[in-house]
C-alpha cells in the first residue's frame, strides 16, 4: 500500500504542478477577463435569479426550480471537502493554501457560470423532464461524441466511486474520533462495520429513486451548513482576538514570506487548488449536470446560479473551517483528516462538539454520496440504455463506499486527485472552443437587464447555434444518431431510456431526474418536469 501511495503522490505532483494548475489558471482568467468578470459583475443577480419561481408544467406538477438545482449541485458540493479537505489542504500546504482557494474561487466563478450556461443550452428533454451537463454539449455543441462519452465514464468513475470512497473514508475517520473519546474500541472492525452500516443506507436510497435523493438532499443539507456556519461563529466569538493573527498567517504563508510547516508558496498553491477544487467543484463539470435540470427563461440564469454556489462554497464554509483549525494550531507532523477540525473545535467549544461535528460530517458526507450517485447514473444513461448495467453501477456504489470506509486516507485522497484532474482536463478542453457562445448568451442577457427586463431566450435570437434542442424551433440538423422523424422531439440514449422506463423497463421500476419526481411504469405516473422552452 505505500508503494501505490507513492506511485500515487508522483504522479499527481507531476500532473497537477506541470499541467493542470497552468491550463486552469490561464482558462479561469481567459473566462473572467472575456466575460467582464461576470462572477463579481453580476453577483447581486445572482440572488434574484435563485429566489424566481418555477413554471406549470403541462400535467399541473410543479418545474424543477433554479433552487432545486442549486440544492442538488450542493447536496454533491458541501461535504468533506469544506471539513476534511480545507483541513488536508493546511497541514499539507501551510495557512497559504487557504487564499489560494479563496483566490481560485474568484476567478473560477467565471468557469462555473460558463460550464453551466452551456449545460442549460445544451439539455435534451426526455419524458420524464430535462438531462444535460458536459457529455451533452460534448456532443451538441462541439459534435465530438467520442469526446462526450469520455468524460461521461470520467464523472462516473470519479465521482460515483472515488468520490464516494473519499465520503465514506471521512465518515469512518469522524466516527472513530468520536468513538476513541467515549472510550469504545476502534480500529479495523469498528471500520468494516462503519462501512457495511453506510452500504446498507446508500443502498436504501440509490434503489429507491432519486425523489429520494432529492428529499433528503434539501432537508439536510441547508440544515447542517447552518449548524457547522453556527458552530464556526462560536468559535469566532469566543477567539475574536485570534482573527488578525489567522489573516496575517494566512497571507503570510501564501506568498512565501514565511514557512509554516510543510509550505512554503508551491505546497500552499497547489494544495489550496486541488482542494478548492474538489470542494467547490468549478470547472470540474460536475454542476453542469443538476443545473442543466432547471426550468429556466434563459440559459445564463442557471450560469449565474451556479457559480454563487462556488462562493457559497468556499468564501463560506471552507473559510469557516480555516478559522477553526488556525485558531486551534495543529501539530502538522500527528493529525489528519476529520480529526484536524474534531480536535480544533474540542479545543474551542469542549469535548461535545467533536460529536456534534461527527453527526454533521455524517450528514453532509452522505447528502454528498448521494448527490455523486446522481451524476454518475445520469452520464451513465448517456452511454447506455441497458437497465441490467444501471444494477450492476449501483452495486459497484455500494462496494466503493464500503472500501472507502476501511482504505488509509491517504490512498483515498490521492486516488481523488487524479480521478478529478483527468475528468477536468477534459471539460476545460471543451469549454475553451464553446465558451464564445456562453459569452454570447451573456452578452444578449446583460442587453435584456440594462432594458430593464426579465432576460428570455429562443433559439431564433441566436439560429446559427447548432443542436440545440429544448430553446424553440430547431436550427441546422441534429447528429445523426439523435435525428427523429418529423414531428418528434430529438432522441439520444436518455431519452430512449426515459421512453423505455416510461413503457414498463427501467431500474427498480423508476426513472429518475434530479429534484423531480419518480414515473412509475404501469401506472401512468409520471416524473414532474420543466416544459420545454
Known amino acids: 500500500m505505500n508503494v501505490l501511495n507513492v506511485l500515487l503522490v508522483a504522479v499527481n505532483d507531476f500532473f497537477w504542478s506541470y499541467f493542470l494548475i497552468p491550463l486552469l489558471v490561464v482558462l479561469a482568467l481567459y473566462f473572467t477577463v472575456r466575460s467582464g468578470l461576470v462572477q463579481l459583475r453580476l453577483f447581486p443577480e445572482m440572488f434574484r435569479v435563485l429566489r424566481s419561481s418555477p413554471g406549470i408544467a403541462p400535467d399541473g406538477g410543479r418545474e424543477i426550480s433554479s433552487f432545486q438545482a442549486f440544492a442538488i449541485s450542493a447536496a454533491s458540493r458541501v461535504g468533506t471537502g469544506n471539513i476534511v479537505g480545507v483541513a488536508t489542504a493546511i497541514m499539507l500546504g501551510g495557512p497559504g493554501a487557504v487564499f489560494w482557494m ?29 438531462r444535460g451537463g458536459p457529455a451533452y454539449y460534448m456532443f451538441l455543441g462541439l459534435g465530438q461524441r467520442w469526446m462526450g462519452a469520455l468524460f461521461a465514464v470520467l464523472i462516473t468513475i470519479t465521482f460515483s466511486l472515488v468520490f464516494n470512497s473519499v465520503q465514506a473514508n471521512s465518515i469512518s475517520g469522524a466516527v472513530s474520533t468520536s468513538a476513541q473519546d467515549l472510550g469504545s474500541p476502534t480500529g479495523w472492525f469498528l471500520n ?22 432529492a428529499t433528503v438532499a434539501q432537508a439536510l443539507v441547508p440544515l447542517m451548513a447552518i449548524l457547522y456556519i453556527l458552530l464556526g461563529a462560536a468559535v469566532v466569538i469566543l477567539n475574536i482576538d485570534e482573527l488578525p493573527r489567522v489573516v496575517s498567517d494566512i497571507f503570510a504563508s501564501a506568498f512565501g514570506l514565511r514557512e509554516a510547516a510543510a509550505g512554503g508558496v508551491g505546497a500552499a498553491i497547489v494544495q489550496g487548488l486541488r482542494r478548492g477544487m474538489f470542494s467547490n467543484e468549478a470547472g470540474l463539470g460536475s454542476a453542469p449536470n443538476a443545473g442543466a435540470t432547471a426550468s429556466v427563461s434563459h440559459p445564463a440564469k442557471q450560469g449565474l446560479v451556479q457559480a454563487l454556489g462556488v462562493y457559497f462554497d468556499t468564501w463560506l464554509i471552507c473559510s469557516v473551517t480555516a478559522f477553526i483549525v488556525l485558531v486551534y494550531t495543529p501539530d502538522f507532523s500527528a493529525e489528519a483528516g476529520a480529526e484536524v477540525t474534531q480536535r480544533a473545535l474540542q479545543f474551542s467549544l469542549g469535548d461535545w ?181
Request: aromatic share 8%; charged share 15%; hydrophobic share 45%.
Open 192 to 213: 468494516v462495520l462503519i462501512g457495511l452500516a453506510l452500504a446498507g443506507l446508500t443502498a436504501a436510497v440509490i434503489f429507491g429513486g432519486v425523489r429520494r435523493i
Open 353 to 533: 462538539s467533536v460529536h456534534a461535528l461527527t453527526v454533521i460530517l455524517f450528514l453532509l458526507a452522505f447528502t454528498s454520496v448521494l448527490g455523486n450517485y446522481y451524476y454518475g447514473e445520469s452520464n451513465l444513461r448517456f452511454l447506455d440504455a441497458d437497465p441490467q448495467h444501471m444494477t450492476y453501477f449501483r452495486y459497484a456504489v455500494l462496494a466503493a463506499v464500503f472500501i472507502g470506509s476501511v482504505a488509509p486516507l491517504t490512498v483515498v485522497w490521492n486516488l481523488a486527485d487524479i480521478a478529478m484532474g483527468a475528468m477536468a482536463t477534459v471539460n476545460l478542453v471543451a469549454l475553451a472552443p464553446l465558451s464564445t457562445v456562453a459569452f454570447r448568451l451573456l452578452a444578449d442577457y446583460s442587453r435584456q437587464l440594462r432594458n430593464g427586463l426579465d432576460p428570455q431566450f429562443t433559439l431564433s435570437k441566436m439560429p446559427d447555434i447548432q443542436n440545440v434542442q429544448c430553446w424553440g424551433p430547431a436550427s441546422g440538423s441534429l447528429p445523426e444518431d439523435v435525428q427523429r422523424g418529423e414531428g418528434e422531439a430529438p432522441s439520444d440514449p436518455a431519452t430512449a431510456l426515459a421512453e423505455q422506463d416510461a413503457d414498463g423497463g427501467g431500474t427498480g421500476g423508476a426513472h429518475t431526474d434530479p429534484g423531480g419526481e419518480e414515473g412509475a411504469p404501469g401506472d401512468g405516473g409520471q416524473e414532474e418536469g420543466p416544459t420545454e422552452r
Open 102 to 130: 479563496w483566490a481560485m474561487a474568484c476567478v473560477l466563478g467565471a468557469a462555473a457560470f460558463v460550464e453551466s450556461t452551456l449545460a442549460q443550452l445544451y439539455k435534451v428533454r426526455t419524458s420524464t423532464g430535462f
